[in-house]
């Protein structure tokens, strides 16, 4: 019923910049904290950044300065500007949010279905 689709992954150089973003739709009555988190091969999945329906955002110590996590609440969007991108961002990034799907209802987390980013020379 609801779905978290992300777009925008690619091939970049080291150095350069790439947008990540994250469309939710479905039935969906309000949407809480949005993030972005990454899995490289062989590692845990990890916090990248999140943000409040207020605008307040947290971030990896990792990508601090270079990342901008932000959002549109009308467009129900999560993007994730990245810059100065190095070869140990490389992994595959997934979008979640915390969404309840009517009034009344009780919040859960969904996720959507990853987007590869791929940092090489």
């Known amino acids: 019923q609801v779905q978290l689709v992300e777009s925008g992954g690619g091939l970049v150089q080291p150095g350069g910049s790439l947008r990540v973003s994250c469309v939710a739709s479905?039935?969906?009555?309000?949407?809480?904290?949005m993030a972005w988190h990454r899995q490289a091969p062989g590692k845990e999945r990890e916090l990248v950044a999140g943000?409040?329906?207020?605008?307040?955002?947290n971030y990896a110590d990792s990508v601090k300065d270079r990342f901008t996590i932000s959002r549109d609440n009308a467009k129900k969007t999560v993007y994730l500007q990245m810059n100065n991108l190095k070869p140990e961002d490389t992994a595959v990034y997934y979008c979640?949010?915390?969404?309840?799907?009517?009034?009344?209802?009780?919040?859960?987390?969904?996720w959507g279905q990853g987007t590869q980013v791929t940092v090489s020379s």
């Open positions: 479905g039935r969906i009555f309000s949407i809480n904290g």
């Open positions: 943000i409040l329906p207020s605008g307040s955002t």
């Open positions: 979640a949010a915390v969404i309840k799907t009517q009034s009344g209802g009780t919040w859960g987390e969904y």
